[in-house]
């Protein structure tokens, strides 16, 4: 298993500020993902954090409103920039632990609120 | 397009009954599906993966049964606790892909 931390676990921002997310993991792993979950919706995959690269980003989700860093193999982050109150959502890191099969292990989340 | 269908409802059993939560899907064809946990401003916990060559799986209070022709998944908790409420998300996975669809999840009230 991996235990994930997130900071901030919660922010209240004005529109047009960018706020960035940290998530720092207790191990070494390969595969590290950001996903957004709006208010009564399931998870949304924004990009998989790649070390020494740049990030993956899925389908509606761009490198200028969502940049990622992963500088090492336990710590991402996540930036939403110049921000709206559509952004208001709650933001979770998860990884992929070598040797734990297929399964997913999610940070804590960081609440985001936009006025 | 691909579809992952969880009840939107609420289910509100009595403790000590069974609960039994049902994730259907159509267009997809998942290698394995997974089961998580999900409280209030927390992230998701993983409880169980069941492959698409499995029928059943179980662990202390909790079975995963997987039906490929149905396109059915039903996670039962039995002898249900008021700490068992929370909301249980559904996700699948395609071979050789980590990253799993989610279900928008079901929440479960446990009644004492």
């Known amino acids: 298993s991996a235990v994930i931390s997130q900071k901030p676990s919660r922010d209240i921002c004005q529109r047009g500020t960018s706020l960035t997310i940290q998530c720092q993991v207790d191990?070494?792993?390969?595969?590290m993902f950001w996903y957004r979950q709006q208010p009564g919706q399931s998870l949304t995959l924004i990009a998989t954090a790649n070390q020494g690269s740049e990030a993956t980003y899925e389908s509606g989700f761009v490198i200028d409103k969502f940049p990622i860093s992963r500088p090492n193999l336990t710590f991402s982050t996540l930036t939403v920039s110049n921000m709206s109150p559509e952004d208001s959502s709650i933001y979770l890191c998860?990884?992929?632990?070598?040797?734990?099969?297929?399964?997913?292990?999610f940070g804590p989340g960081t609440r985001l609120t936009v006025l | 397009s691909q579809k992952i269908e969880q009840n939107s409802e609420a289910l509100n059993i009595q403790e000590g009954k069974t609960a039994t939560l049902t994730c259907n899907y159509t267009n997809y064809s998942p290698a394995y599906l997974q089961w998580y946990r999900q409280d209030p401003g927390r992230g998701p916990v993983f409880l169980l993966l069941?492959?698409?060559?499995?029928k059943e799986k179980r662990k202390e209070r909790l079975k995963v049964t997987f039906d490929t022709t149905l396109k059915q998944s039903l996670f039962h908790i039995t002898a249900s606790q008021p700490a068992d409420s929370a909301t249980y998300l559904c996700a699948l996975s395609s071979g050789g892909s980590y990253i799993p669809t989610f279900g928008r999840g079901t929440s479960l009230i446990v009644h004492p």
């Open positions: 998860s990884v992929v632990v070598s040797g734990s099969g297929d399964t997913q292990y």
């Open positions: 191990s070494q792993v390969t595969m």
């Open positions: 069941i492959r698409e060559n499995e």
